[in-house]
């Protein structure tokens, strides 16, 4: 038998309850309580918060995330974390009442369709048991057949108005369990995944009425997918002038194309493409990073908004060009496809708060 403890979550005075043996991240999810988080793997140090009274098992926290003398300092990563005791937490919670907050629920799937959009690019579609209520941009916690207890994340590239069939851009990493060693190996179409969520704060912000510049790397498409198809074609109206940095390392690397361009043409006082190769010189491409073409498009971005998603490396290069171009750390929002290695590594840039 399991005991139950009370959390409560300051400064907003909740409490919840909270099992032995679950993470104080997921018991304020599903209770509808949002405390920021990102990895969900105790890598980023996004859900940081401190313990106030109580005790806590510290759990799979990356040294990197949480450091020796933080644990002294009583702080911890609610989404490791499991509770030894009732506690009392303080997270770093900044209230957004134009963000709904869906509480994360489980969630039984059924492969409906899977198919190879690029070099080592599988896009999925998921037909869930019932609707799933999400923000654009919000991602959903995979459970890997075998390996009792073992998630990976993965954003959804559909809009809110789908929530039965969920489309899922995944890129495959070499030795990684759930790619090399699930999705890109034996998963077939007919197979029934569990997976819960929705999780996560990088969402379009229907309140944001600033010409947006979105960059994408790789697979990070596919959360910046779902806000632009959303703002587009559910008309959200209070969300300024979109325009995509889509970048990739060569036309094998780069997918929907034909979908953005169609977009483009649809919508051309809402949305442009510009969609970039690093690698080679193609027809209807541009040349260079994402950043550089941003550079050279842009004199200044002062009263723009930033949207950045991808692996850390892109991110933090798109941050700096966004930063150099004028843009306060507020005005930007991103997510980092942070994967298992940086658990063993000290990747976080100064640049990367959460
Ligand atoms: C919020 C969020 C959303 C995401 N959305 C998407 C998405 O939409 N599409 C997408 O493609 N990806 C997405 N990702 C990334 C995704 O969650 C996985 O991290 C990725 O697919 C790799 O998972 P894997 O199990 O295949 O690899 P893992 O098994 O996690 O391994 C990844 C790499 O780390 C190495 N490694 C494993 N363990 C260790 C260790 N202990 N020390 C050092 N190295 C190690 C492995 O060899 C491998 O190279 C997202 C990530 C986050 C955080
Ligand atoms: S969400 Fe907890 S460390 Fe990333």
Redesign the pocket.
């Given at each position: 038998m399991t005991t139950d403890y009370t959390i409560t979550v300051e400064p907003l005075g909740r409490e919840v309850t909270c099992r032995e043996d679950q993470t104080i991240l997921d018991a304020c999810l599903r209770a509808g309580v949002w405390v920021p988080h990102?990895?969900?793997h105790g890598t980023?140090a996004t859900c940081k918060a401190e313990v106030l009274e109580g005790d806590v098992d510290h759990g799979a926290a990356s040294p990197y995330a949480l450091m020796d003398f933080e644990r002294d300092e009583g702080k911890t990563l609610l989404c490791v974390c499991t509770p030894r005791s009732d506690v009392v937490i303080e997270a770093d919670i900044d209230v957004d009442d134009s963000i709904e907050v869906h509480p994360v629920q489980d969630f039984t799937g059924t492969v409906v369709a899977m198919d190879d959009v690029a070099r080592d690019t599988r896009r999925l579609l998921i037909e869930l048991d019932r609707d799933l209520a999400f923000n654009a941009g919000q991602?959903m916690a995979l459970s890997?057949p075998g390996h009792p207890g073992v998630t990976?994340?993965?954003?959804m590239a559909n809009i809110p108005t789908e929530p039965r069939i969920l489309e899922?851009?995944?890129?495959r990493?070499?030795?990684?369990?759930?790619?090399?060693?699930w999705i890109f190996k034996d998963l077939a179409v007919g197979d029934s995944i569990e997976l819960s969520g929705p999780?996560?704060r990088f969402v379009l912000r229907t309140d944001r009425s600033e010409p947006a510049v979105l960059i994408a790397g790789?697979?990070g498409l596919?959360?910046i997918a779902s806000m632009i198809r959303h703002a587009l074609e559910n008309g959200i109206d209070g969300v300024g002038h979109l325009t995509l940095y889509q970048g990739a390392r060569t036309r094998e690397w780069m997918y929907d194309v034909d979908r953005f361009t169609a977009l483009a043409e649809q919508y051309p006082d809402r949305f442009t493409y510009r969609p970039c190769l690093s690698e080679e010189e193609a027809e209807g491409f541009s040349t260079g990073m994402v950043t550089d073409v941003l550079n050279a498009d842009h004199e200044t971005l002062k009263g723009h908004v930033g949207y950045v998603c991808g692996p850390p490396a892109m991110v933090e290069a798109s941050l700096k060009t966004l930063m150099l171009k004028r843009l306060f750390p507020r005005d930007i929002y991103k997510?980092?496809?942070?994967?298992?290695?940086a658990?063993?590594t000290q990747i976080r840039s100064p640049l990367i708060k959460r």
């Open positions: 990102s990895c969900t980023c991602y890997i990976r994340t993965y954003s899922f851009q995944i890129r990493t070499e030795k990684g369990l759930a790619t090399d060693g999780y996560g790789g697979t596919a959360p997510e980092e496809f942070l994967d298992a290695s658990s063993a």
